[in-house]
């Protein structure tokens, strides 16, 4: 006997496009090792996760998060482990600080002194992994996707010193993060390296006599409290951090659910990078009516520091090309891109 109801409903699916008759129910993590107070965190809580579950529930199905961030799970050294090993499902990875497992993502590290413009940059980004497979295939061996690359706005120096000329920072201790030690070599400071959750108190113990690090965390972090000193001298912004997904929970998923987070990732980047741009000048704003002095670095002087370093990406290549992985290719690559989209660095990096 056929069942009326049951074969009215399954025909009132097809033709309305209502939800399938077969959902899924998932439960997923997803950690950082920085607090929300950064703004790639604060995007994945504000829209990443909503917007995931409010279209899979377009689907048909239903989704719970657990939402771990500031070290909940995995400090900011452990999220990449964390994500591959499964014990999360996606993760705010900032590679920065995985430059022996990740090295071909540490690009804009080493190539310090281009753009400010972050939409710029995350453009050559993506192009860059296109051509540069070995880049995504590096993610892979750590069991994990990108789905949505991180930039962030551009690097300063932030100090409990005045700063009028580079040389002033010659014999003190300045902490940063991942292969933008680098950038201090040849000048005399000594570099340290941290990261932001450390920073203020590094500075107010006097470990660190300053940081360099990015325009939109000075004023969250309130680092201008203990290092009042800001001077501009626009490293440049930086490709720093990875939304990734475990490859298995990855692999496991049906196309459309594969199509919807992906979807709600790329918007993510958007508007993670869109935040991090206007989040700079706020930032200082706030920090000057905290107390903060800005002093900004001629060109020429930028010009100038940026050609008294050794080529730290020349260098960084043909170490890498020794470990088997093109090097030099990506960085020939990424310099070709960005002179395509119009990003001029102030010295051609690994040709002198």
Known sequence: MIDLKTTGMAGLFVLTGAAPL??????????????????GVSAISDHFVPEVTKRLEALGHTVQWTEAYAGAVADVNGVLEAVGDGIAEFGYVPHLFEGDKLPLEQISYVTPFGTDDLGKLMGVIDKLHDEIPEIDAGWAKNNQKVIAPV????????????????????????????????????????P?????????????????????????????????????????????????????????????LPADVQAAIQEVADEYRDIAAESYRDGGQKSLAKAVEGGATINELSDEVRAAYAKKLPDIAGEWAKTLDAQGLPGTKTLETYMRLSKEAGINHVRAWGSM
Request: no cysteine; aromatic share 14%.
């Open 22 to 39: 077969l959902a899924d129910s998932y439960s997923w993590t997803v950690v950082a090792g920085h607090p929300p107070i950064t703004r």
């Open 151 to 190: 930039g962030i706005d551009t690097y300063h120096f932030v100090t409990k010193f005045p700063i009028e000329t580079p040389e002033d920072i010659a014999g003190h201790k300045i902490g940063t993060a991942g292969l933008a030690l680098n950038w201090l070599k040849g000048t005399g400071a000594t």
């Open 192 to 252: 340290v390296a941290g990261a932001l959750p450390s920073f203020y108190n590094a500075m107010s113990t006097g470990l660190y006599d300053g940081v360099l690090t990015f325009e939109s965390v000075v004023a969250p972090y309130k680092f201008y409290e203990v290092a009042p000193y800001v001077t501009k001298i626009n490293f440049g912004a930086q490709y720093a951090s990875a939304l990734t997904v475990n490859l298995d929970t990855w692999d496991s």
